[in-house]
């Protein structure tokens, strides 16, 4: 059985993937194949995890140029070209996407070559992706049921956002292990995505000596960021360069957010899944670019968060100390994020991708 893949732009559109990709790999009878852009996430993480990748064209159709517009519509028609003739060699039983603007083609692809379609909204509002998406698919699957009046009703349900299996088996002692953090010490995790987040960081680095005073330190920091931040390190007394683990990016964020008594991070879709599977309370900064401040509003309301806008930023550090401090309130939000998990999410995905292909 021959099942397709797609999704990407973010990580937040491709874990969702490879979630449900680490399920249907349980069936010896399931061959995958990731379809996606070259330059996008998910060519190397596809690559990473052991999944043909064919490349299709793709870009943003959005924003006021006409010359952008006009580019984006020729490679969602080149891309669907594409997409039609890679499914012509090799047909799959079924397709699953999860949104961002390689998918689109493949959508589009799905409906001429009559395959299923089952698409996955990570965030809690559609983007444009999964708004088009819509008219091709069987049904549409959502991370919570905030999303429901944004969909088709009758094709939409709530699935939660599936993660992968390192996060359902992460441990606290791994993860201290992992990132050779001292057990006694409080944990902070700093996360701004996987190309981090500049702003974030500015603030981290100016209060990093108050900060390492009270707790330990884990910074994934992004590619780009990490050599000026290594230069900040480098200025700290011995014992607290010791308290400041500095990363560009890592493999092991399951066991980064386990052995974490806080996060910091942005409010990418990755947080409705990922957070919750570990139980982990966290700020959340959305950024401006994008509807994260839906996804962050759906963790504050259930009282499993802490929010603040670009503007509000600079109350990061007291914002911070104030929670590292309050045990009660970091347990209470701990519980709260615990009860929005769905650890069941990846492999009802799965099984409902195979049904439709059978």
Known sequence: MRLALGGGGT????????????????HPDVELVYYGTERGP????????????????????????????????????????????WFRQDPP?????????????LGRASKGARIPLVVFLPDVRPGWAVRYLQRYASTVACSVEASLRHLAPGKAEVTGYPVRRQFREATRAAGIERFGLDG????????????????????????LRRLLERMQIVHIAGPSEEAWLARERERLPDWQRERYHLLAYTEDMALAMAA????VTRAG?????????IGLPAIVIPGDFSDQHLNAAYLVERGAAAALTSRQIDG?????????????????????????AHPEAAAR????LRELAA
């Open 11 to 26: 990580g937040g559109h491709v874990y969702p993937v490879l979630a449900v990709a680490e399920e249907l790999r349980e």
């Open 93 to 105: 039983a079924a397709i699953f996407l999860t949104g961002g603007y390689a998918s689109a083609p």
């Open 349 to 352: 995905l799965a099984s409902m």
């Open 184 to 207: 006694s010490l409080r944990t902070l995790l700093v996360a701004g995505g996987s190309q981090g987040s500049h702003p974030i960081n500015l603030v981290i680095a100016e209060a």
């Open 269 to 277: 879709a990755s947080v409705l899944g990922e957070l919750p599977a």
């Open 316 to 340: 990061l550090e007291e914002t911070i100390v104030r929670l590292m401090d309050d045990e009660r309130e970091r347990a209470s939000m701990a519980a709260a994020m615990r009860a929005l």
């Open 260 to 263: 974490a008594d806080l996060a």
């Open 42 to 85: 998910e060519h190397e993480l596809a690559v990473q995890a052991g999944i043909a990748f064919r490349p299709i064209a793709a870009a943003q159709i959005r924003g006021r140029s006409p010359v952008r517009l006009a580019r984006g519509a020729w490679n969602l028609l080149r891309g669907e070209r594409q997409a039609r003739e």
